[in-house]
């Protein structure tokens, strides 16, 4: 299945990490649509060592898109070898008037179609500020 809209993990990592957060967060697509253009049908999402399928990352998403105000990468690394990926970014978030920032470890399995069929990350948020 591929890509139309934007880089396969495989192909352009960098470009994946910013496509598939902006399509989530502010697409006019459903999530299920932008989930199967970047992950196989069967993903499998850990994060800090919570399960998330395919089911459960899209019930996330839904939520987000209406508290979602802006939001922002700062990607650090990036490493595409055979079918394993890795990256490390930061993920700044604007909810409801507040600033979340995500410090992610990510590292992936690809599927031979160059989407992603497992994510391990870990996370640390190393602080909230209010807007002023």
């Known amino acids: 299945m591929g890509t139309e809209a934007g880089p396969t993990p495989g192909t352009d990592l960098a470009g994946y990490l910013r496509s598939y957060v902006q399509e989530m967060a502010f697409g006019d697509e459903e999530p299920g649509v932008v989930m199967d253009r970047y992950h196989t049908h069967d993903i499998a999402w850990y994060t800090d060592g919570i399960h998330l399928d395919r089911e459960r990352l899209m019930a996330h998403a839904r939520p987000a898109r209406r508290r979602v105000t802006s939001c922002d990468l700062d990607i650090h690394d990036t490493l595409v070898c055979g ?31 160059g989407r992603l069929r497992r994510v391990d990350q870990l996370t640390r948020t190393p602080g909230r500020e209010k807007l002023r």
Do not use: C, K, Q, W
């Not at 490390?88 to 599927?111: C, D, K, P, Q, W």
């Open 83 to 113: 079918d394993r990926v890795a990256a490390r970014y930061t993920l700044r978030s604007v909810m409801r008037g507040r600033v979340i920032v995500n410090e992610i470890h990510m590292f992936g399995e690809l599927a031979p179609d």
